[in-house]
Structure formats: structure tokens, C-alpha cells
């Protein structure tokens, strides 16, 4: 009942920026927490960076690079990607917890959008 869309996938040389975004729709009472995750070739799934209630928690590799943001009154989370990596180089997945409208909890993902940064 709760879909995550995303977009802003593409390819960028090094050193160049990026932004994602993942607009979430459908029976949606709250969302408590927003994340975004992402999984390169031969690699496992691994958070990126989050953004809740208390804040935003980035993981070390992209901290200083990279800001999480929600648009305020939207169900909508943003990932901007400045000085991107060959290792940046991957899909990447958004992730929204929160209650749908019968009361019931959700783990819903976006399809993912392919990020490309070139040497």
C-alpha cells in the first residue's frame, strides 16, 4: 500500500554532484524514518545515510560528501551527492519506515536508480 518512486540516477565524472530523490505515496498515516542504501556490484546492501526524528546519521564513507533532507509537508527525501567517487558507484535504494493508515507498520523500498561516476 505504501510505494516508494525515486529519481536523479545518472552517470557524472569524479568530483562531480548528483541528487537522488524518493517520493513516497499511498496509504501513509506517518513516516518515521527515511534512508537511503546502496549496493555496487559483487557488494552487499549497505546504508548510505538516514534522517529521523533526532536527525541525520551518514555513514563514514560519505560523510562530508553527502546530506540527507525530507521536504517539509512531504512525504518526499533527498539525497545530495557533491564530490561523488568511482567508488560511489552503485544502485542506490531509498527505504521509508512508518504507520499506514489502518495502523499498521511498514518497510516499504524504492525500485533503485543506478549512479555512475567515471574516473
Known amino acids: 500500500q505504501v510505494q516508494l518512486v525515486q529519481s536523479g540516477g545518472g552517470l557524472v565524472q569524479a568530483g562531480g554532484s548528483l541528487r537522488l530523490s524518493c517520493a513516497a505515496s499511498g496509504s501513509i498515516f506517518s513516516i518515521n524514518a527515511m534512508g537511503w542504501y546502496r549496493q555496487a556490484p559483487e557488494k552487499q546492501r549497505e546504508l548510505v545515510a538516514s534522517?529521523?526524528?533526532?536527525?541525520?546519521n551518514d555513514a563514514d564513507s560519505v560523510k562530508g560528501r553527502f546530506i540527507i533532507t525530507r521536504y517539509k509537508d512531504k512525504n518526499t527525501a533527498y539525497l545530495q551527492m557533491n564530490n561523488l567517487k568511482p567508488e560511489d558507484t552503485a544502485v542506490y535504494y531509498c527505504k521509508a519506515l512508518g504507520v499506514r493508515r489502518d495502523s499498521q507498520g511498514f518497510d516499504s523500498w524504492g525500485q533503485g536508480t543506478q549512479v555512475t561516476v567515471s574516473s
Open positions: 534522517i529521523n526524528s533526532r536527525g541525520t
